[in-house]
């Protein structure tokens, strides 16, 4: 148990489909993440989210939305996927209240996503 | 550009020898540096982090790792491999310029023979 949750575990989605994904940490933390990872590519941060505000969008497609209400919940809403979306979508979390960078990330297990 | 790198896509290592995992980085200024595990279909779990002071660290499972300044290296290590350690391995630097991120190596997939 790691203190963050995501759901749900697996998606499989048309292209024309909207979905969204979820994460809830039940640790304090202030900064929130979303990473794709794919096989044999390295990790790729999204979005960051501090103190609910997002703090970084690593050019990622705008079919991609994310949503953070409150420190707690962060969501990354999905619309006319692309096969190549196809991937691992991992949640984090830290104490980065002060940006200082040195608290580790606690990760969720992540949601596969099939785009068909 | 700032970045991390690891070397090897797979370590091979037999059970109860040492072992260890390469990582070199490049970034401005003074690097905090971490190591992660993720075993399958699970997420990253945090191992260890070098921030200051002593350039050699201990953290979960046995694991160490050695903060070389010259080298520009992060290699972990375990003194004595267990069957059980063999997942993929990520090397994280965190960029204090440029974006407060950060950045995950390639991974390392490490396999322990009995």
């Known amino acids: 148990e790691t203190g963050v949750t995501q759901t749900p575990r697996h998606l499989v989605m048309g292209m024309t489909n909207k979905k969204s994904l979820k994460c809830e940490q039940h640790?304090?933390?202030?900064?929130m993440y979303w990473y794709k990872q794919s096989a044999k590519k390295p990790l790729e941060l999204m979005f960051v989210?501090?103190?609910?505000?997002?703090?970084e969008n690593n050019s990622v497609p705008s079919r991609f939305s994310p949503e953070c209400p409150n420190s707690s919940h962060l969501f990354l809403h999905l619309h006319t996927l692309q096969p190549e979306d196809s991937a691992l979508y991992l949640c984090a979390s830290s104490q980065d209240g002060d940006r200082g960078g040195n608290q580790p990330q606690h990760f969720g297990d992540g949601t596969r996503l099939s785009i068909l | 550009a700032q970045s991390v790198a690891q070397p090897e896509d797979q370590v091979n290592v037999a059970e109860g020898n040492p072992l260890t995992v390469k990582c070199t980085y490049s970034?401005?200024?003074?690097?905090?540096l971490f190591w992660y595990v993720q075993y399958p279909n699970r997420g990253l779990q945090f191992l260890l982090k070098?921030?200051?002071?002593?350039?050699l660290v201990k953290g979960s499972y046995g694991f160490e790792a050695e903060f070389n300044k010259s080298q520009t290296s992060f290699h972990l290590k375990k003194p004595s491999a267990l069957v059980s350690d063999s997942a993929l391995y990520f090397c994280a630097v965190f960029l204090g310029t440029g974006g407060f991120k950060t950045i995950f190596g390639a991974g390392t997939r490490l396999f322990v023979k009995a």
């Open positions: 970034v401005s200024g003074n690097p905090y």
């Open positions: 070098y921030i200051t002071g002593d350039n």
């Open positions: 989210y501090n103190f609910k505000e997002q703090t």
């Open positions: 640790l304090g933390h202030n900064a």
